[in-house]
Structure formats: structure tokens, C-alpha cells
């Protein structure tokens, strides 16, 4: 079956550039959400997307931004990168009013240096 | 005090031994709740969902949730190497087209010893 699909998987920046994460839902969910997992962390809750309108945000900084596009698929932007911003990022999709299974995507590793 | 409480651990289970996981939430109005299993540097795996009090079980886990007491727990049984890794707990919130986030618990690091 497909998955959430993710790209890029690794991606190493310099501080005060900038970086976008691409994610593709399990097809027919309309739903999108990013978290971003620093180290020994849990995952936080960034954004999310309802058909293609955002849903809800969390604690997403003003330097980041994301959009969901007419395919589904969605981007999260982020400018002006932070030592602070290495994480693991995932993306999650799920089909809303489904018992919303949110499925996770393998990730994007992002390394600020 | 986080939303979602859990033991970090390490919690180490002879192999063939059952785990016990627990999990306790601060919000009455949660409605969903998740297990979720974590390889390290890997994405979280959907192990047991859970939406009324009681049992749940499906093979080797059973999930256990009192919304009275605000908690949930995993059992795993026949704990096999395999199972070692993070375990984390979600909960989400009643929502309208129920699409919440989820709020994840810090994790249990559980390692299985043969």
C-alpha cells in the first residue's frame, strides 16, 4: 500500500538559509500535518491541513511557513535557519472522520551547521 | 506539567516477559488514543488505537483505557527483541471532522533482553 511519502530524506544547510520539505499524503487522505522531532525529543506539532486550508498551527516559528497544493501534496518552508532547527520532521496524513489513523512519513533529517 | 505524561524508562523486559506501559493525560476532553512504536532516527509506527474505556487487543498488544482515571496503557506480551524501541502515547482531541493533532508523551525507551 502506499505511504506518506517524503523528500527530501537528508538535507544540510548553513545557518541563515533556507530549506523547503516536500510531502506527498497516502493518496485520498485529506489531511496533512508536519511535526518536528529535535533529539531525544517527542514529536511537536507544527501545522496542518484540511483540504488544503490550514486546519490548526502549533508551535510553528514565523520563520517557517507551509502550504498544501491542489495535488495534496504539501510544503513546509523555512527561512533564516537556526542551529535550533536540526530535527527530524516528519509528515503525517490521514483521512479526516476515519478514526483519523495519522500515518507517518520516513522523515526529512535536516542539519543545520 | 506536559499534557501527556509518560515513565521515560529505560524499561528493560526479559524477552518472552510481558511489558507494561503506561500513560497518563491532563485533558478531559481527549477523545482518541495512539501507540505509537519509534526505532531511533526512524518515523513513528502505529501500533494500537483506542477510543472507549476497556480492553483492546490485536496479537501480541493489548491497549487499556479508563478516560475516569485519564490513563492508557500497552501491554506487549511475548516480548521478543524486536520490540525494543521507543514507545510513545498520543492523544488527540475531539475535533469537528476529527482531524485533530496529536500530542505526543516524551516516550518509554523499552529494551527487550534475550
Known amino acids: 500500500a502506499a505511504g506518506v511519502i517524503q523528500s527530501p530524506r537528508h538535507l544540510i544547510k548553513e545557518k541563515r538559509e533556507t530549506a523547503t520539505l516536500k510531502c506527498y499524503p497516502i493518496?485520498?487522505?485529506?489531511?496533512v500535518y508536519w511535526y518536528q522531532q529535535g533529539p531525544g525529543q517527542d514529536p511537536q506539532f507544527l501545522i496542518s491541513?484540511?483540504?488544503?486550508?490550514?486546519?490548526d498551527k502549533g508551535s510553528i516559528p514565523d520563520r517557517f511557513s507551509a502550504q498544501q497544493f491542489s495535488d495534496y501534496h504539501s510544503e513546509l518552508n523555512m527561512s533564516s535557519l537556526e542551529l535550533g532547527d536540526s530535527a527530524l520532521y516528519f509528515c503525517?496524513?490521514?483521512?479526516?472522520?476515519?478514526?483519523?489513523?495519522?500515518?507517518f512519513g520516513a522523515g526529512t533529517r535536516l542539519s543545520v551547521l | 506539567q506536559k499534557e501527556v505524561e509518560q515513565n521515560s524508562g529505560p524499561l528493560s523486559v526479559p524477552e518472552g516477559a510481558i511489558a507494561s506501559l503506561n500513560c497518563t493525560y491532563s485533558?478531559?476532553?481527549?477523545?482518541?488514543f495512539f501507540w505509537y512504536r519509534q526505532y531511533s532516527g526512524k518515523s513513528p509506527e502505529l501500533i494500537m488505537s483506542?477510543?472507549?474505556?476497556g480492553d483492546k487487543e490485536d496479537g501480541r498488544f493489548t491497549a487499556q483505557l479508563n478516560k475516569a482515571s485519564q490513563y492508557v496503557s500497552l501491554l506487549i506480551r511475548d516480548s521478543q527483541p524486536s520490540d525494543s524501541a521507543t514507545y510513545l502515547c498520543?492523544?488527540?482531541?475531539?475535533?469537528?471532522?476529527?482531524?485533530?493533532?496529536?500530542?505526543f508523551g516524551t516516550g518509554t525507551r523499552l529494551t527487550i533482553i534475550p
Open positions: 498520543a492523544v488527540q482531541l475531539l475535533g469537528v471532522f476529527g482531524n485533530e493533532k496529536l500530542t
Open positions: 483506542i477510543y472507549s474505556n
Open positions: 485533558d478531559r476532553g481527549s477523545q482518541s
Open positions: 493518496p485520498r487522505h485529506d489531511t
Open positions: 491541513f484540511y483540504e488544503k486550508m490550514q486546519s
Open positions: 503525517a496524513s490521514s483521512l479526516a472522520l476515519a478514526k483519523n489513523i495519522q500515518y
